[in-house]
Nanobody, 119 residues
Framework: QVQLVESGGGLVQPGGSLRLSCAAS???????????MGWYRQDPGKERERIAQ????????NYADSVKGRFTISKDKTENTMSLQMNDLKPNDTAVYYC?????????WGQGTQVTVSS
C-alpha cells in the first residue's frame, strides 16, 4: 500500500515562492524512480486541474499552461520524495494541492495541502 504525505503549503504573497513535497512510503526506491507521479490542485467552485506530471526518473515532465515556466516538478530518489517548486505565485494559484502516484495499475493520493496566495 503506497502512502503519500504532502507538506510545504501555506500563505504567501503574490510573486512569492513555495516548495511542496510529497513523501512516498510503501514503495521501493527502485519503483519510486520509475513510476509516474504528479500534482493536481482544486479550488472550491473550480474543476480539479492536473498541473504537473513527472514520468520515471524525471527525464520526461509536463505542465499545465497555467503553471508552465513558473513551477518545476522533480524527484529525489534517495529520499523517495517528489517536489513542486512554485515561483512567481499568483492569487489564482490558491487551491488545495494533491500529489498522486500511479503504481501497479492503481492511483494513490495524498491528503492535500492548502496554498493561499494573498497580500
Amino acid at each position: 500500500q503506497v502512502q503519500l504525505v504532502e507538506s510545504g503549503g501555506g500563505l504567501v504573497q503574490p510573486g512569492g515562492s513555495l516548495r511542496l513535497s510529497c513523501a512516498a512510503s510503501g514503495v521501493s526506491k527502485y519503483a519510486f524512480n520509475i513510476i509516474t507521479m504528479g500534482w493536481y490542485r482544486q479550488d472550491p467552485g473550480k474543476e480539479r486541474e492536473r498541473i504537473a506530471q513527472i514520468i520515471g526518473d524525471g527525464t520526461l515532465t509536463n505542465y499545465a499552461d497555467s503553471v508552465k515556466g513558473r513551477f518545476t516538478i522533480s524527484k529525489d530518489k534517495t529520499e523517495n520524495t517528489m517536489s513542486l517548486q512554485m515561483n512567481d505565485l499568483k492569487p489564482n494559484d490558491t487551491a488545495v494541492y494533491y500529489c498522486y502516484a500511479l503504481y501497479l495499475q492503481s492511483k494513490y493520493w495524498g491528503q492535500g495541502t492548502q496554498v493561499t496566495v494573498s497580500s
